[in-house]
Structure formats: C-alpha cells, structure tokens
C-alpha cells in the first residue's frame, strides 16, 4: 500500500468517527450560545438557592456526638 492512499484511507476514517460523535454544529452564533448557556446557569442557581433556603431537612452534613 502506498502512502497517498493510506493518508486518504485515514481521511476518510476521522470523516467518519467525526460524524458519530456529538458536533459543536447547533446552528447557533456564538452569541446565541452564550445567551442559552448564561439562562441555563441562571436556572440552575436559581434552583440550587431555591433547594438550599428551603429544604433544611434533607441536609447530609451532620453533626457526630
């Protein structure tokens, strides 16, 4: 086998294992990621504060005698 036909052989591997695995290609702008990814944080530490001031029950942390 020759080296040219190896390389192309090889080319059209990472082709395809690139299209198996999970793509950056949402179809958004940069600027439309960071929007959807600013609300999500928001959403999470909106909830996470929720969970906090109001669960005091479910707390792991305990105190040892």
Request: no cysteine; aromatic share 0%.
């Amino acid at each position: 086998m020759t080296r040219g036909s190896q390389r192309d052989r090889d080319r059209e591997r990472a082709q395809a294992r690139n299209k198996q695995g999970k793509g950056k290609d949402d179809g958004l702008t940069p600027e439309q990621r960071r929007e959807r990814d600013a609300k999500a944080l928001q959403e999470k530490a909106a909830k996470k504060a929720a969970q906090s001031s109001g669960g005091g029950g479910d707390n792991k942390s305990t105190t040892k005698k």
